[in-house]
């Protein structure tokens, strides 16, 4: 698209090679722009190796294993058991699965995001940012800006944009919308479930702009858990077999009368305890934890406190994969 417009000048050969089988930002992003990467690459300037580089890279990349291994594959642990069993969850354990893989699938491409950005920083290459707190979002329009952002703006720029973004009326708008979620939701898989996860964020988005029109405002913290969700519920058309898997998992979740039953069909007391356990924690270090790119240049191992801190989180890894079997990134199947 770039070349074709004439953005693109630079056509050496060995440079776009580079740039397509640059390791880190590979399989599922973030995805970049010829133009973020190749003057990188091209830099004379710009030292190969670089220690304060280095420092961020590692550290950054350590935080991202701790997400992966630590964080994501034990909700993922509870999810598949909720979302295998969906005939049988009650309405209670219908709702643990779904914020378990809530919580999986930020953290598991979180985290494989920061090792990519980690990875690249090592050769002193900055990729883009991919997240910005969007579990914070009090709208779903907010929730696209801040979530895989490098996708979002390739939608935009390439798809919504060339069909008339808003320029053409709020109707046209409302359709580009739709067509561009849509969309979104092949570019994960072709699927109907995935189709639908991208349509009921569509349709959420063009809700949000007549919503903008009454001009009616909620307050900040009602917006935040409407929007959370939402967010949470439309998950399950993205991790369900299929759509009848899904409108069964959102049955068992909006079945008021289930909520007085306090048994467990599918899953354990251990099981249920330890996500108690890491629930909240988890979901207030989504919402209220600092990104990538607030600490992007500010890893220093100099100070003895954060060399051990790190050496405990790295133990801490370890121990997490040697008691686990290893479970692949969600986002390496895109």
């Known amino acids: 698209m770039e070349a074709y417009k004439g953005l693109t000048k630079e056509r050496n050969f060995i440079n776009y090679s580079l740039f397509i089988s640059f390791f880190p930002q590979l399989i599922a992003g973030p995805i ?36 992966k291994i630590v964080i994501a594959d034990s909700f993922g642990s509870w999810a598949d058991i909720g979302f295998q069993n969906v005939s049988s969850v009650n309405t209670l354990e219908a709702w643990l699965a779904v914020m378990s893989f809530t919580l999986q699938i930020y953290f598991d491409f979180s985290g494989y995001v920061d090792m990519a950005i980690g990875s690249a920083l090592l050769l002193n290459i900055r990729l883009p940012i991919n997240f910005d707190s969007p579990y914070a979002s009090t709208n779903i329009r907010e929730f696209w800006r801040k979530w895989h952002i490098t996708l979002g703006n390739f ?15 709020g109707l046209n708008e409302c359709r580009n919308l739709l067509f561009t979620f849509g969309l979104v939701g092949l570019w994960h898989g072709a699927n109907w479930t995935f189709v639908a996860w991208g349509g009921v964020h569509g349709l959420a988005v063009v809700f949000c702009l007549f919503w903008d029109k009454l001009n009616f405002k909620l307050h900040a913290l009602v917006s935040w858990f409407l929007t959370f969700i939402f967010i949470c519920v439309s998950w399950v058309f993205f991790k369900s077999s299929d759509l009848n898997a899904s409108m069964e998992m959102i049955r068992h979740l909006t079945n008021v009368e289930g909520l007085n039953i306090l048994t467990w069909n599918v899953f354990t007391e251990s099981e249920v305890s330890r996500f108690c356990l890491m629930v909240l924690p988890c979901i207030a270090l989504s919402v209220l934890g600092k990104n990538t790119n607030d600490y992007i240049d500010k890893f220093s191992f100099d100070h003895k406190n954060i060399t051990l801190i790190f050496l405990a989180i790295l133990a801490l890894i370890i121990f997490s994969i040697g008691g686990s079997i290893p479970v692949s990134f969600i986002y390496s199947a895109f």
């Open 32 to 67: 970049v722009h010829h133009k973020q990467i190749i003057p990188q690459f091209v830099d004379n300037i710009k030292p190969r190796i670089c220690i304060e580089s280095i420092k961020s890279g590692i550290g950054i990349f350590i935080f991202g294993l701790f997400k």
């Open 155 to 169: 939608f935009k720029e390439n798809v919504y944009i060339p069909l008339g973004g808003n320029r053409q009326g």
